[in-house]
Every structure is written in structure tokens, then in C-alpha cells.
């Protein structure tokens, strides 16, 4: 029972039904004394993974539609950073138009792969255990997203990769690309370049994704209308 009322108060906590620790801590006591409640250790801990998973879904799915990365400018993938020059030197001889096509193409690339990424997600969140639950529980505002991250991250570049690839050779980004390296290189004088155009797109896509997972954390935490869950209902009575 004692380990009942304490991930009921942790539960509680993460999703922020009370205002104040006091109020937590006298409802975890009614909960240890109600039998009947059907409330368990592992209700408790689906409750989170269910929370996480709906969170990471919708966070997949604002990222995977047109215009999920390139109309957010929090996320929006640039020109390479490392070809600055080389966007500089394109946009001075008249070539402004192709390097646009550019950014959009690597975008519409990275809401194509987006979509590999929501299994990776459920998996990692699933096979979460109690303590992680409670690690997360007690953590910052980000304790998910950081778990995700430190779970994931290895298996979304393995996905994304190659997903990545046939998404910019599917937008014409890599034709665009090859052609505006090629111009670049013929300027007399420059340093010539030819950047991995799929690994930054790869990274840039990941890094994006868990700007979004990061928000939708926060908003589950924070928003008690973006808690609609069977198991959540459950828990809480309602």
C-alpha cells in the first residue's frame, strides 16, 4: 500500500491536478485507504508511458505534415551552416532562387522521414521501467524528452538515414544540391566545397523532432485538457 500512495502521488504530480504538495499528499492517503479504487503499481506506470505516448505521437505528427518543419521557425532546417559562404557567394551571382529551393526541398525531406520515428518512440516509452517512470516523474520540465533522447537517438539516425536519402532524392533536393555545388565550385578563387548534404538533414531532422517532443511534454504537464487517456481516467476517478 505505501508503494500504491507513493506513485499515486507521483502520477499526480506529473500531470498536475494539484496545486500544492499539501493537497497531493492528502489525496494519496484517501487512495491508500479506498480498497476498491482498482489502482495499482502498474496502473501507475502505464498512466505516464500512455501520457508519453500520446505526447511523442502528436509531436511526430505536427512534425510530418507540409510546412511541419519548414513553416516552424523553431525548427525550420537552413542552408548548411558550414557552406555560409557558399549560400552567400550563390546569392550574389544571381542564384538566390535555386538556393531557396534548396531549403524548402531538405524540409520537405525531413517531414517525408518524420514518420519513422513514432514506433522508435512507442518502443523506448514501453519498454520504460518503474524507476525511469520515477526519475521522470521527479525531473524537470524536460525529463522525458531527455530520457527519449538518450534512448532513441542511436536508432532514429540508423532510420532516418536512409529515409532521409530517398526523401531528398524524392523532392529533387539532391539533383538541386549537386547543381549549386557544381555552380559554386566553378567561382574563380573560392574554396571548394561539397558538404554531406543528407547526414546535416539526418541530424537537423532529429534535433527538430525533440524541440516538438519537448513542447508537447510541457504542455502535458502543464495542460490538464492535454490528459485524455483511459488509464489517466482511471487513476484519477474521472
Known sequence: MKKLTFLFLLLAFYVGRFESKAQLLEEA??????????????DAADGIKEALVNGTGKGVKIVSKPDGYFGNPEIKIPFPPDAKEMESKLRSIGL?????????SINRAAE?????????????????????????VKGEDDAATKYLKKTTSGDLRIKF????KASLDKVNATILW??????????????????NLSEYV???????????????????????MARTSDILKKVFGK
Open 202 to 224: 539526418t541530424e537537423k531532422a532529429i534535433d527538430g523532432l525533440f524541440v516538438m517532443i519537448a513542447k508537447e511534454e510541457l504542455n502535458i504537464r502543464k495542460d490538464p
Open 29 to 42: 492517503k484517501k487512495v491508500a485507504g479506498q480498497n476498491s479504487s482498482g489502482l495499482s503499481e502498474q
Open 161 to 164: 538515414k536512409p529515409k532521409i
Open 96 to 104: 538566390g532562387n535555386k538556393v531557396d529551393e534548396v531549403v524548402l
Open 178 to 195: 549537386e547543381e549549386l555545388v557544381k555552380e559554386y565550385n566553378k567561382i574563380p578563387f573560392v574554396q571548394k566545397k561539397n558538404p
Open 112 to 136: 517525408d522521414a518524420a514518420t519513422e520515428a513514432e514506433p522508435i518512440f512507442v518502443s523506448a516509452i514501453k519498454s520504460m521501467s518503474i524507476k525511469d517512470a520515477v526519475h521522470i
